[in-house]
C-alpha cells in the first residue's frame, strides 16, 4: 500500500491513466482546466490597470518559477537571478529596437541566450556550494546595472531604450492591456508544463537528489555536474523569458531597473511562495508586486519595514512557503493534485530513481 | 393651494436655472478635480540608492501642506499622492499608471530621474496626462512637437553650456577650446550645447575634445592630452568625482586654461574640497538658484521664508541641500500654473496655462532669473548667472544670461 501511494506521487499519470482511464482523466483535468478559462477571462472584468498588474505579477511568477527549479529542485542558491533577466530584457530590447524583429520573435533568442548564459555561469558555479555560491551570484547582480552602464553603445547606457509600444493584432478588438495579458498568460503556462514535465521526470528526480545528497546522488550514476548545470540553464532560461517579457510590457528598459534588490526579490517571492513548488512561482509574483504597494499604503514613513515584518510572518505561518505549506493539505482533500514537488523526506529518499 | 404650488413650482424652476448657471461658473474639470479639490501624482525614491532626492518629494508634499493650511487653490485643496519608486523604472510604471487610472490625478508633477521619467514618457502622453516640471536636465524633455504634455524645470545642459558659449565669444574671442565631457547623453549635452551656442565658429574654436567613461579610474591621460592640444580654454562637463579629479590634475601639471565648470560637477562639498579648494580658484561655473549656504542670501527675507518653512516642515537638517531650494521653487511654479487655470482645471487647460508661463519671479532664484515658456518652448528657466570660484566660496558675476 505504501509502495502504491509512493508510486502514484512519482508517476501520477502512469497511475491515472493506466488504473482508472478516461474518467478520470477528465476529473484530473477539470480543475485546472477551470482554472484556466478563468484566468483567461479575468481580464475583461477589471480595469486595464489591473490588468497590467497581474500582467506584472505572472512575469514575476516566470521568474520565480526558473528560480525554484534552481534553488528549490537543486538545491543551488542564486541572488544573481536578476541579471538573467536583465539579460533577456536586454536581449528583447536590442532586438525590437535595432532589428526591428516583432515583439512575440524576441523571446525565443532571449530564452536561448539565457539558457547558454546559463549553463556557463553554472560550470564554475560547480565548485562553489551553499553560501560561497551564493556570494558569487550576488557578485554578479551587483555588477549588472553597471556593466549595462559600460556596453551603452548596445545598451543604451544610463538612459536605456525606449520600446515602441506593442499593438494588439486588429480584428480582435481587445486593448493592448488585454492582450498583453493574454499572451503572458500562455507564456506561463507553457512554462509550468514544461516545469512540470522536467520535474516530475528523470530530470526532477536527478536534480532532486542531487540536492538532497550529492555524494549518494553521484554514487547512483547521476552525473551531477551534468545536471547541475541543466539546473542553471533551464532555471536562467525561464528568467530570461520573464525578464524579454518585462521589456514588452513595460515598453522600457535600463540599468536601473534590475539592480540588486530586483534579484532579492525574487528569491523572497521564491521562499514565501514554496520554494520547491511549482504553484508557488504564482504566489511568488503576487508578493513580489502587491506587497511593497501594500507596505506603503500602510506606512509612508518605513514600508520596508512593514515588507520585512510581512516577510517575517509568512516564514512563521507558513515555513515551507504559502503553496509548500498548503500543498500538502490541499492533496489530502484532492487525490490527484500536481502542486508539489516530490518531498524530501527520508521515507523518499533512496527511491527517487 | 393653486397659486402656492404655481409659487413653488416657479422658485424651483429659478432654482434649477440659478444651479445650472451656478455649475457652469463653478468650472470645468478634468479627472482628479473638482470645486472642492485639485489630485496630483508624484513619483520619487524615498528609499533605495537614489534615495537622497528622496527630499525633493518630502518638500513638494510639505508646500502644499503650506498652500492647503493657507485656504488651497482659489478655494480648493491640493490633494498631494506621492509614491516610493526606488529609482526602478519599471515601478515608476506601475505606480503612474496606478495614480492615473485609479486614483484619478489630474497630473504628474516633478517626478524623477531621468530613467523613471523616460520609462512614463511615452505612457503620459499617449493619455494626454500632463508630465509638468519634471526634476531632470536632459536636453531631450524640451521636445513640445512630439511631446506635448511633458514639461521641464531644470534648466537644460545645452542652456548652460550656451551659457559658456556666449560668454567665450565675448571675452575670449580667439579662445581655443578643450572640452572633457562623460561619454553619455549628458556629457554630449554640453558638447553639443557648446557647438550649438558658438555657431559658425565652433569649428575653428574647439580644438580637442576627450570623453570618459563613468568606470574609467581617472581622467588624468585626457587632461594631458587636452593640454597637448594647445588648449587655453576647458569645459568640464564631468559628475562630482571626474570634475575633482579634472581640477586637481590641471592645476598638478600647472596649466592654466580658463575653466568652465559644468553645475552638475560644482558642489563646493563633493568636488570643491576633495580636489582642493586653492586648486579650484578662478574656476568659472553658473548658478540659477539661492546658495542657501551663501552668506549674501541669509539675511534677505526670502531666504528667511523658505528656513520658516523648511523648519516648520521639519526638514531643518537639508537647509544645506540646494535640492530642497529646487523642490520649493518647483511647487511654487506649479501652484502658480493651477492659480491661473482659474476654474477651468481640464488637463488641456493645464498644459495652456504651463506653456504661458511670463516672466515669473519666485523667492528662491537668482534676483533677475525669471520663468517662461510657449507653446515651442516647454523649458521655463533658460536663464543663470555666471560664478566664479574665490577659493572658498562661489561668487556671481556679471549679468543674468539667457541660454537660448
Same mark, same amino acid.
Given at each position: 500500500?505504501? +509502495?502504491?501511494?509512493?508510486?502514484?506521487?512519482?508517476?501520477?499519470?502512469?497511475?491515472?491513466?493506466?488504473?482508472?482511464?478516461?474518467?478520470?482523466?477528465?476529473?484530473?483535468?477539470?480543475?485546472?482546466?477551470?482554472?484556466?478559462?478563468?484566468?483567461?477571462?479575468?481580464?475583461?472584468?477589471?480595469?486595464?490597470?489591473?490588468?497590467?498588474?497581474?500582467?506584472?505579477?505572472?512575469?514575476?511568477?516566470?521568474?520565480?518559477?526558473?528560480?525554484?527549479?534552481?534553488?528549490?529542485?537543486?538545491?543551488?542558491?542564486?541572488?544573481?537571478?536578476?541579471?538573467?533577466?536583465?539579460?533577456?530584457?536586454?536581449?528583447?530590447?536590442?532586438?525590437?529596437?535595432?532589428?526591428?524583429?516583432?515583439?512575440? =520573435?524576441?523571446?525565443?533568442?532571449?530564452?536561448?541566450?539565457?539558457?547558454?548564459?546559463?549553463?556557463?555561469?553554472?560550470?564554475?558555479?560547480?565548485?562553489?556550494?551553499?553560501?560561497?555560491?551564493?556570494?558569487?551570484?550576488?557578485?554578479?547582480?551587483?555588477?549588472?546595472?553597471?556593466?549595462?552602464?559600460?556596453?551603452?553603445?548596445?545598451?543604451?547606457?544610463?538612459?536605456?531604450?525606449?520600446?515602441?509600444?506593442?499593438?494588439?493584432?486588429?480584428?480582435?478588438?481587445?486593448?493592448?492591456?488585454?492582450?498583453?495579458?493574454?499572451?503572458?498568460?500562455?507564456?506561463?503556462? +507553457?512554462?509550468?508544463?514544461? =516545469?512540470?514535465?522536467?520535474?516530475?521526470?528523470?530530470?526532477?528526480?536527478?536534480?532532486?537528489?542531487?540536492?538532497?545528497?550529492?555524494?549518494?546522488?553521484?554514487?547512483?550514476?547521476?552525473?551531477?555536474?551534468?545536471?547541475?548545470?541543466?539546473?542553471?540553464?533551464?532555471?536562467?532560461?525561464?528568467?530570461?523569458?520573464?525578464?524579454?517579457?518585462?521589456?514588452?510590457?513595460?515598453?522600457?528598459?535600463?540599468?536601473?531597473?534590475?539592480?540588486?534588490?530586483?534579484?532579492?526579490?525574487?528569491?523572497?517571492?521564491?521562499?514565501?511562495?514554496?520554494?520547491?513548488?511549482?504553484?508557488?512561482?504564482?504566489?511568488?509574483?503576487?508578493?513580489?508586486?502587491?506587497?511593497?504597494?501594500?507596505?506603503?499604503?500602510?506606512?509612508?514613513?518605513?514600508?520596508?519595514?512593514?515588507?520585512?515584518?510581512?516577510?517575517?510572518?509568512?516564514?512563521?505561518?507558513?515555513?515551507?512557503? +504559502?503553496?509548500?505549506?498548503?500543498?500538502?493539505?490541499?492533496?489530502?482533500?484532492?487525490?490527484?493534485?500536481?502542486?508539489?514537488?516530490?518531498?524530501?523526506?527520508?521515507?523518499?529518499?533512496?527511491?527517487?530513481? | 393651494?393653486?397659486?402656492?404650488?404655481?409659487?413653488?413650482?416657479?422658485? $424651483?424652476?429659478?432654482?434649477?436655472?440659478?444651479?445650472?448657471?451656478?455649475?457652469?461658473?463653478?468650472? *470645468?474639470?478634468?479627472?482628479?478635480?473638482?470645486?472642492?479639490?485639485?489630485?496630483?501624482?508624484?513619483?520619487?525614491?524615498?528609499?533605495?540608492?537614489?534615495?537622497?532626492?528622496?527630499?525633493?518629494?518630502?518638500?513638494?508634499?510639505?508646500?502644499?501642506?503650506?498652500?492647503?493650511?493657507?485656504?488651497?487653490?482659489?478655494?480648493?485643496?491640493?490633494?498631494?499622492?506621492?509614491?516610493?519608486?526606488?529609482?526602478?523604472?519599471?515601478?515608476?510604471?506601475?505606480?503612474?499608471?496606478?495614480?492615473?487610472?485609479?486614483?484619478?490625478?489630474?497630473?504628474?508633477?516633478?517626478?524623477?530621474?531621468?530613467?523613471?521619467?523616460?520609462?512614463?514618457?511615452?505612457?503620459?502622453?499617449?493619455?494626454?496626462?500632463?508630465?509638468?516640471?519634471?526634476?531632470?536636465?536632459?536636453?531631450?524633455?524640451?521636445?513640445?512637437?512630439?511631446? #506635448?504634455?511633458?514639461?521641464?524645470?531644470?534648466?537644460?545642459?545645452?542652456?548652460?553650456?550656451?551659457?559658456?558659449?556666449?560668454?567665450?565669444?565675448?571675452?575670449?574671442?580667439?579662445?581655443?577650446?578643450? &572640452?572633457?565631457?562623460?561619454?553619455?547623453?549628458?556629457?554630449?549635452?554640453?558638447?553639443?550645447?557648446?557647438?550649438?551656442?558658438?555657431?559658425?565658429?565652433?569649428?575653428?574654436?574647439? &580644438?580637442?575634445? %576627450?570623453?570618459?567613461?563613468?568606470?574609467?579610474?581617472?581622467?588624468?591621460? %585626457?587632461? &594631458?592630452?587636452? *593640454?597637448?592640444?594647445?588648449?587655453?580654454?576647458?569645459?568640464?562637463?564631468?559628475?562630482?568625482?571626474?570634475?575633482?579629479?579634472?581640477?586637481?590634475?590641471?592645476?598638478?601639471?600647472?596649466?592654466?586654461?580658463?575653466?568652465?565648470?559644468?553645475?552638475?560637477?560644482?558642489?563646493?562639498?563633493?568636488?570643491?574640497? #576633495?580636489?582642493?579648494?586653492?586648486?579650484?580658484?578662478?574656476?568659472?561655473?553658473?548658478?540659477?538658484?539661492?546658495? #542657501?549656504?551663501?552668506?549674501?542670501?541669509?539675511?534677505? $527675507?526670502?531666504?528667511?521664508?523658505?528656513?520658516?518653512?523648511?523648519?516648520?516642515?521639519?526638514?531643518?537638517?537639508?537647509?544645506?541641500?540646494?535640492?530642497?531650494?529646487?523642490?520649493? $521653487?518647483?511647487? %511654487?511654479?506649479?501652484?502658480?500654473?493651477?492659480?491661473?487655470?482659474?476654474?477651468?482645471?481640464?488637463?488641456?487647460?493645464?498644459?495652456?496655462?504651463?506653456?504661458?508661463?511670463?516672466?515669473? %519671479?519666485?523667492?528662491?532664484?537668482?534676483?533677475?532669473?525669471?520663468? $517662461?515658456?510657449? #507653446?515651442?518652448?516647454?523649458?521655463?528657466?533658460? *536663464?543663470?548667472?555666471?560664478?566664479?570660484?574665490?577659493?572658498?566660496?562661489?561668487?556671481?558675476?556679471?549679468?543674468?544670461?539667457?541660454?537660448?
Amino acid at each position: 500500500m505504501i +509502495v502504491r501511494k509512493d508510486f502514484a506521487y512519482v508517476f501520477p499519470e502512469k497511475l491515472a491513466v493506466g488504473s482508472v482511464g478516461f474518467a478520470s482523466a477528465v476529473r484530473r483535468w477539470i480543475g485546472p482546466l477551470v482554472l484556466i478559462v478563468i484566468a483567461a477571462a479575468l481580464p475583461f472584468a477589471i480595469s486595464n490597470y489591473h490588468v497590467f498588474e497581474l500582467t506584472l505579477v505572472m512575469i514575476y511568477a516566470i521568474a520565480v518559477l526558473g528560480l525554484n527549479i534552481l534553488t528549490g529542485y537543486n538545491g543551488q542558491i542564486s541572488l544573481g537571478h536578476g541579471g538573467f533577466f536583465a539579460a533577456g530584457a536586454y536581449t528583447a530590447a536590442i532586438l525590437l529596437h535595432r532589428y526591428g524583429v516583432p515583439y512575440w =520573435a524576441t523571446v525565443p533568442p532571449a530564452a536561448l541566450i539565457c539558457f547558454a548564459l546559463g549553463v556557463l555561469f553554472g560550470l564554475p558555479a560547480l565548485r562553489f556550494e551553499g553560501p560561497y555560491l551564493a556570494l558569487v551570484t550576488l557578485a554578479m547582480a551587483v555588477a549588472t546595472p553597471q556593466l549595462l552602464k559600460y556596453f551603452d553603445n548596445w545598451t543604451g547606457g544610463q538612459q536605456g531604450i525606449n520600446l515602441p509600444k506593442v499593438q494588439p493584432p486588429p480584428g480582435l478588438g481587445i486593448d493592448r492591456d488585454r492582450w498583453l495579458y493574454l499572451v503572458v498568460l500562455v507564456v506561463l503556462l +507553457v512554462a509550468m508544463r514544461v =516545469a512540470a514535465n522536467l520535474l516530475n521526470g528523470r530530470t526532477g528526480r536527478a536534480f532532486v537528489a542531487i540536492r538532497d545528497h550529492p555524494i549518494a546522488a553521484a554514487a547512483m550514476g547521476i552525473n551531477t555536474a551534468r545536471y547541475k548545470t541543466l539546473a542553471f540553464g533551464t532555471s536562467t532560461m525561464f528568467t530570461g523569458i520573464a525578464g524579454a517579457l518585462s521589456a514588452i510590457v513595460i515598453s522600457f528598459v535600463a540599468p536601473e531597473s534590475f539592480t540588486l534588490f530586483l534579484s532579492l526579490s525574487f528569491l523572497v517571492g521564491s521562499a514565501v511562495g514554496g520554494i520547491a513548488t511549482i504553484g508557488g512561482a504564482i504566489v511568488g509574483g503576487l508578493f513580489i508586486v502587491f506587497v511593497p504597494n501594500f507596505a506603503n499604503d500602510i506606512s509612508d514613513a518605513a514600508p520596508w519595514a512593514i515588507y520585512g515584518l510581512a516577510m517575517l510572518l509568512f516564514m512563521y505561518v507558513m515555513p515551507r512557503g +504559502v503553496v509548500g505549506s498548503l500543498g500538502p493539505w490541499l492533496a489530502r482533500l484532492t487525490p490527484k493534485n500536481q502542486l508539489t514537488a516530490p518531498k524530501s523526506d527520508d521515507e523518499h529518499r533512496g527511491r527517487l530513481l | 393651494m393653486t397659486v402656492k404650488l404655481m409659487t413653488a413650482t416657479g422658485l $424651483s424652476a429659478a432654482g434649477l436655472i440659478l444651479s445650472v448657471a451656478l455649475a457652469c461658473a463653478a468650472g *470645468q474639470y478634468g479627472p482628479g478635480a473638482s470645486d472642492t479639490e485639485i489630485k496630483i501624482g508624484n513619483t520619487v525614491p524615498y528609499s533605495g540608492p537614489a534615495s537622497s532626492y528622496g527630499v525633493n518629494g518630502k518638500v513638494d508634499a510639505a508646500y502644499f501642506a503650506m498652500i492647503n493650511e493657507q485656504g488651497g487653490i482659489n478655494g480648493r485643496k491640493i490633494n498631494f499622492i506621492s509614491r516610493d519608486d526606488s529609482y526602478s523604472p519599471p515601478k515608476t510604471v506601475e505606480l503612474v499608471r496606478q495614480m492615473v487610472e485609479q486614483d484619478q490625478v489630474l497630473l504628474i508633477f516633478h517626478s524623477l530621474g531621468t530613467p523613471p521619467n523616460m520609462a512614463i514618457h511615452g505612457y503620459l502622453n499617449d493619455n494626454k496626462v500632463p508630465q509638468l516640471f519634471i526634476a531632470t536636465g536632459a536636453d531631450q524633455w524640451n521636445d513640445p512637437k512630439h511631446f #506635448p504634455w511633458t514639461m521641464m524645470w531644470l534648466p537644460s545642459y545645452g542652456a548652460e553650456a550656451h551659457i559658456y558659449a556666449h560668454y567665450i565669444l565675448k571675452n575670449l574671442p580667439n579662445a581655443k577650446i578643450g &572640452v572633457l565631457y562623460q561619454n553619455d547623453d549628458y556629457g554630449k549635452d554640453y558638447l553639443n550645447g557648446l557647438r550649438d551656442g558658438l555657431g559658425d565658429k565652433a569649428g575653428k574654436m574647439i &580644438v580637442a575634445t %576627450q570623453s570618459y567613461e563613468t568606470s574609467d579610474p581617472t581622467v588624468d591621460s %585626457q587632461i &594631458v592630452a587636452l *593640454q597637448g592640444s594647445g588648449a587655453d580654454v576647458l569645459l568640464t562637463a564631468a559628475i562630482p568625482k571626474f570634475a575633482a579629479q579634472a581640477i586637481r590634475k590641471v592645476y598638478d601639471i600647472g596649466w592654466k586654461p580658463v575653466h568652465f565648470l559644468n553645475t552638475v560637477g560644482n558642489s563646493v562639498g563633493t568636488v570643491m574640497k #576633495p580636489a582642493g579648494l586653492e586648486k579650484g580658484a578662478d574656476i568659472i561655473s553658473t548658478a540659477f538658484a539661492k546658495d #542657501p549656504t551663501d552668506p549674501q542670501w541669509q539675511s534677505t $527675507s526670502e531666504y528667511k521664508d523658505w528656513v520658516a518653512f523648511m523648519n516648520k516642515a521639519g526638514l531643518s537638517a537639508n537647509t544645506t541641500d540646494i535640492q530642497t531650494v529646487f523642490a520649493y $521653487s518647483a511647487a %511654487q511654479t506649479m501652484v502658480a500654473v493651477l492659480k491661473a487655470c482659474g476654474d477651468n482645471l481640464t488637463r488641456e487647460n493645464v498644459m495652456r496655462q504651463a506653456a504661458s508661463l511670463h516672466a515669473l %519671479q519666485l523667492p528662491m532664484l537668482l534676483p533677475g532669473i525669471t520663468l $517662461s515658456t510657449g #507653446p515651442d518652448d516647454f523649458s521655463p528657466i533658460k *536663464q543663470m548667472q555666471l560664478e566664479k570660484f574665490n577659493g572658498t566660496i562661489w561668487k556671481l558675476f556679471g549679468e543674468v544670461m539667457s541660454g537660448t
